[in-house]
């Protein structure tokens, strides 16, 4: 499954500490393909997806009973978070869903509208502490007249202005569709 690039802006949003101290994390998506069909529209929410741990599988290489603790730490840790709405599981995976921080809506839309340069301060330094190590990362939320010109010629073209230096997000592969899941399965 190919990351979103909401796995990348809007996961920050939910979880404060890196995906890496989650096992099993799959992907971050937005909307609701069979409710509203458009990311654009106001659908405030967030679906964080994990591939379900089986119990039965040894490749995790320990006791049957640690995957159980923590496959229910996961569950009541996420759960905790404030802007948790509910939980549900779709085949083999389990899908938790949010709504965005109110103090972090704007974000929210600026990056549906991938105006990821626009983000607010305090959110480019959350999303910076989660990704400490990326530079690529650093120069999408604040892109140098260097990074414009170095992409400018990679594209062959002018670019106008203050441009993004990143694309905007396709609502086709951001939205969550239970049918995304359902063909994982077959």
Not at 170 to 181: G, V
Request: proline share 5%; aromatic share 14%.
């Amino acid at each position: 499954m190919v990351k979103t690039k909401a796995a990348v802006f809007i996961l920050p949003m939910i979880i404060g500490v890196p995906v890496k101290y989650f096992s099993g994390f799959a992907n971050v998506f937005i909307g609701d393909s069979f409710s509203y069909g458009n990311i654009l529209e106001d659908t405030e929410r967030i679906f964080l997806v994990f591939k379900n741990i089986n119990i039965e599988d040894n490749y995790y290489n320990c006791p049957k009973t640690d995957l159980i603790i923590e496959n229910s730490d996961r569950i009541r840790r996420l759960k905790a978070i404030p802007q948790y709405i509910n939980i549900q599981t779709i085949g083999s995976y389990t899908v938790f869903l949010f709504k965005p921080a109110d103090r972090l809506l704007k974000d929210y839309n600026r990056f549906k509208e991938g105006k990821y340069s626009e983000l607010s301060g305090r959110y480019k330094t959350i999303v910076k502490k989660h990704y400490p190590s990326s530079s690529r990362l650093k120069s999408i939320i604040n892109p140098t007249d260097e990074d414009r010109a170095k992409l400018a010629k990679e594209l062959e073209s002018e670019l106008k202005g203050n441009c993004e230096i990143f694309s905007p997000p396709y609502y086709l592969e951001e939205e969550f569709s239970y049918a995304k899941f359902l063909e994982l399965e077959i």
